[in-house]
């Protein structure tokens, strides 16, 4: 039987203008559900899969707090980074017949996700990062158990860490700790022996991770899915057939433009400007074509 499967994704602000392209890459992978929370306007035919409701942050904010018994209010809305711990606490009736549930960003366009997610991958493991040394916060998915729906909960400053203004990472450092205790170790490593040897962090943590995850269930590999892109670089997205495709003719399960961008994580001068994106609405709904991505433009070509 397959698994199902079911993203939990609240969005508040302002569409990004990506976001066509990034509901078109949801539809393009049917298998599984996104539950989209926004006070943005409702996009146009939405495929369904995607399930969209229409809400304001104050009142968001006023079901988390009741969901939770908690005070969340007065803090900005990258703290539901802080939440998504608890979605599957929160969002239990929603939940009930779906294998499991996951949360991400929504910078990012996904290419053809049963690669990554065949039944083989979903039946063995608990828990699915594409990152080696973390819970990937931009695609992480949980199984549908009640341990792991109450898992943040075995936090004792869980509290403290859902309703402080601060954003604590909790999606991904402390949630991490959780599952794999003993990741302190493997940072510890990669701090002084890795650093001393000039072994690459993500070379440390590809060779050491699998040790600690022996039994685990767990599945934490680098997919390289958060490339820093480079002068000439280019990332494909074939819009009929829903795959994305590295510089190195590699099939990614998403492109998270996050090195793309300007960001404090990154430091270079060359990003998207405010005229990078170069993609019309109506070319993405055609269904056909490519749209290229580079360090400093995303484009339409109609033959690659």
Not at 197 to 210: D, L, N, V
Not at 236 to 264: A, R, V, W
Not at 284 to 299: A, H, L, R, W, Y
């Amino acid at each position: 039987m397959d698994n199902k499967i079911a993203m939990i994704m609240p969005y508040f602000g302002k569409w990004p203008k990506w976001i066509n392209l990034f509901f078109y890459s949801c539809g393009k992978n049917e298998f599984i559900d996104f539950y989209i929370f926004s006070d943005c306007p409702k996009p146009h035919n939405l495929s369904k899969n995607i399930i969209f409701t229409s809400i304001s942050w104050e009142e968001y904010c006023k079901q988390i707090s009741d969901a939770l018994d908690v005070n969340f209010k007065d803090v900005e809305p990258y703290k539901l980074c802080d939440i998504r711990p608890a979605y599957g606490y929160i969002y239990q009736n929603i939940l009930d017949n779906y294998q499991f549930w996951g949360y991400g960003d929504i910078d990012l366009s996904y290419g053809n996700l049963k690669s990554l997610l065949t039944n083989t991958l979903l039946d063995k493991y608990n828990i699915i990062s594409t990152h080696a040394n973390r819970l990937s916060g931009h695609f992480c998915l949980i199984r549908n158990t009640a341990p792991n729906r109450n898992a943040f909960l075995k936090f004792k400053n869980w509290r403290k860490r859902i309703t402080d203004k601060k954003v604590y990472g909790f999606d991904e450092y402390d949630f991490t700790e959780y599952f794999v205790p003993n990741i302190y170790w493997v940072h510890r490593i990669d701090r002084y022996i890795g650093a001393f040897f000039g072994i690459s962090h993500y070379k440390i943590f590809s060779m050491i991770m699998p040790l600690f995850l022996f039994r685990k269930k767990i599945h934490m590999k680098e997919l390289w899915t958060s490339p820093a892109p480079k002068e000439g670089e280019k990332w494909i997205y074939n819009l009929s057939t829903g795959e994305m495709t590295s510089p190195n003719h590699k099939k990614l399960p998403y492109l998270h433009f996050l090195f793309f961008k300007k960001t404090p994580f990154y430091q270079t001068d060359i990003y998207w400007k405010d005229d990078f994106w170069k993609v019309s609405d109506s070319t993405i709904n055609q269904g056909k074509g490519f749209i290229i991505f580079t360090n400093k433009e995303v484009f339409y070509k109609e033959k690659y």
